[in-house]
């Protein structure tokens, strides 16, 4: 449960795109910190 709390504390903003490109789902996080993952 820990690690739930501290990933959701952390965690800014989740995009999930599954149009874009066919057949992928793209997942983008956007942290606290200001860094940004793909």
């Known amino acids: 449960m820990y690690r ?5 504390f952390l965690v800014h903003r989740v995009y999930l795109d599954g149009v874009t490109e066919p057949g992928l789902i793209r997942v983008e996080v956007d942290w606290y910190t200001g860094h940004e993952r793909r």
């Open 4 to 8: 739930k709390e501290l990933f959701r």
